[in-house]
C-alpha cells in the first residue's frame, strides 16, 4: 500500500501561485500589482489551476511576484547565461521562463532560502505541469544559476 502524497505546504502553494501570476504578467494581461490583487482578492481559494489556497503564504507569493517583475531583465540575463549553448530564452515555454525566472529570483534574492530548497521547489513546479524532460531542464538551469550565485552555500 503506497503513502498518499502529502499536501503542498503554504510556501510551496505561494510560489505555484506566483508562478502561475508570473505567466499571466508575461502574457501581457495586467500589471504585477493588479495580478497580485486578483489573486488576493478574488483567487484566493478558487480550485484549480487559477486559484490560490487560501492557506498559502501570501508574503512570500507577493514578494515573489514583485521582486521577479522588478528584476525581469537583470533574471533573464542570470538565467540565459546558465542555459546550454544551443537554448535561447526565446525557445523556452513562458510558463517555463515563469517557473525559471521565479526560481532566479528566489537563489539570487532570497538569501533566507537555501539553494536546494529553491531549486526543488519550482522542479516540482515543473513537475505538476509537464514531463521529466522539462523538470530536468528546470532542474539544470535553476542548479547553473545556484552556482553562479550560491557557489559557497552549495560547497557547505
Known sequence: MSTPAKPPSRRQAARLAAVQALYQWQEGQDEPAAIIGQFLDVRTGEAGEGGMRRDADKPLFKDVVEGTASHKDELEKTVSAALAENW???????????????GAYELVHRRDVPPKVAINEYVDIAHAFYGPGESTFVNSVLDRVARQERAAELAG
Do not use: N, P, Q, Y
Open 88 to 102: 535561447s530564452w526565446g525557445r523556452i515555454d513562458r510558463l517555463v521562463r515563469a517557473i525559471l525566472l521565479a
